[in-house]
């Protein structure tokens, strides 16, 4: 078995190095297929947010598993090896408990991980990718995310992406009740930003997504109304504040529509938050006077504040995760000795097997029950003390000094 995690993230590369290898959530059952289906990996899971796209594999080329990536988004593999990262066995696990727990995220401590881990496995299992070891690994990785959450306060008040860009907007606009807010999508982040915003009872909420009943249904949560995202040239003039995070691969807004919405809006200020990956809002946008843009590297500033009442939690929670990185480690060499256990049991079984036919026989003729008896116990216990026997007398030096070690912690009464 042979475990690796590989990828890219927030501390590794820009938002525009990591939305050329993110993953769509429609494309990932068929991307784990391809990726385990040519190619040396015998089990793979794919984890891609905004922040983080990361390869779990079990294979013996972890190097192949990254040409895949570079190749699966038409990319040379020297335009992303500089920002990639490769983990193994005990790194990848260590790696994996942290991500789970808040640790390695942009945000100390922030639980939306968890969710999007869960996710992913969830998306592998469907996929038929998910093998023991990675389902170990997994359900490992989960358990230990719930006892740092519940042990230490790693997750104590904690700053979304949602709560950063509230704040980012109330910095330029002060009072939000006098705003328009437009969300673009909706997914689970843009429903969390609705919940966010709402709370600062602006003047209007609307939705816009690709199909109007699930936009009318979390515009219903909100007192909103609900667009199509064809209607968006017409009315992207309307809002002041744009906050979208959607699965497309290709910018939804452009230079050319935010500029004629802020012609329409006598060049009042726009705010726009862009939380996907890749994103939807064209970069160019932020060059306009009267916008301002910001996409999800931009707030990490805003969201490390008030990260030192966290420190000493987290400090706990890594005195966790080395602890179970530990126990996961024994369990995987444990299962890394089975074929020589198994190995080891059959020989001794087949010798058994054999004395055994043999007393059976003499029994059978006749012979005095209480010495076939005798002679099967010392066959055996010859037998199985043959081979250790055998290479301590032929051993010499160091080699026996060893040898004996490890028979005395074998048998331990010696």
């Known amino acids: ?4 995690a590989l990828g890219v993230n927030h501390t590794t590369a820009p938002v525009a190095i990591r939305e050329h290898v993110a993953f769509s959530g429609e494309s990932l059952s068929l991307a784990l297929r391809d990726l385990t289906a040519h190619r040396p990996v015998r089990e793979a899971a794919i984890l891609s947010t905004c922040n983080r796209t990361e390869l779990y594999c079990n294979t013996e080329e972890p190097q192949m598993a990254l040409d895949w990536l570079a190749e699966y988004h038409r990319l040379q593999p020297d335009a992303i090896q500089p920002y990639t990262y490769t983990l193994t066995s005990h790194d990848a696990v260590k ?3 942290r991500v789970a727990s808040g640790l390695d995220s942009m945000v100390l401590g922030e639980p939306q991980i968890l969710g999007q881990m869960k996710q992913a496995v969830k998306i592998a299992e469907n996929a038929g990718t998910l093998g023991a070891l990675l389902h170990k690994l997994f359900q490992k990785t989960f358990a230990v995310a719930k006892e740092v959450r519940t042990t230490t306060n790693i997750g104590a008040s904690s700053v979304s992406m949602a709560a ?3 704040k980012l907007a109330q910095r330029i606009f002060g009072n939000l009740k006098p705003l328009k807010v437009l969300f673009i999508g909706a997914g689970e ?3 969390l930003c609705a919940e966010h915003f709402a709370a600062q009872q602006p003047a209007g909420i609307t939705i816009a997504n690709r199909t109007l009943e699930r936009g009318q249904a979390l515009a219903e949560r909100f007192r909103g109304e609900a667009i199509l995202l064809s209607g968006l040239p017409e009315r992207l003039a309307d809002f002041d504040i744009v906050v979208t995070s959607t699965a497309s691969q290709l910018p939804i807004i452009g230079l050319g529509m935010v500029e004629r919405a802020v012609k329409q809006r006598k060049h009042k200020p726009m705010f726009m938050v862009d939380l996907a990956v890749p994103r939807d809002i064209e970069p160019e946008v932020g060059e306009l006077d009267d916008v ?5 590297d931009d707030l990490a500033q805003i969201m490390q504040e008030g990260m030192d009442n966290r420190q000493l939690a987290a400090a706990e929670a890594e005195g966790i995760i ?4 530990n126990n996961f480690m024994h369990w995987l060499e444990t299962r890394e000795a089975v074929p020589t256990i198994r190995a080891l049991r059959d020989h001794a079984d087949r010798m058994r097997r054999n004395e055994v036919e043999k007393a059976l026989k003499q029994l059978a003729k006749g012979e005095d029950p209480q010495q076939v008896i005798e002679t099967l116990s010392n066959t055996l216990t010859n037998k199985f003390l043959h081979l250790p026997s055998h290479a301590l007398n032929n051993a010499t030096g160091t080699e026996l000094e ?3 070690a490890v028979i005395r912690q074998l048998y331990r009464s010696l």
Request: hydrophobic share 60%; no cysteine.
């Open 322 to 325: 080395t602890l179970r990185v």
């Open 189 to 191: 982040m843009i429903e």
């Open 292 to 296: 301002f843009l910001y996409s999800v």
């Open 402 to 404: 060893s040898l004996e």
């Open 95 to 97: 790696h994996a408990f």
């Open 164 to 166: 950063a860009s509230v």
């Open 1 to 4: 078995m042979h475990l690796f």
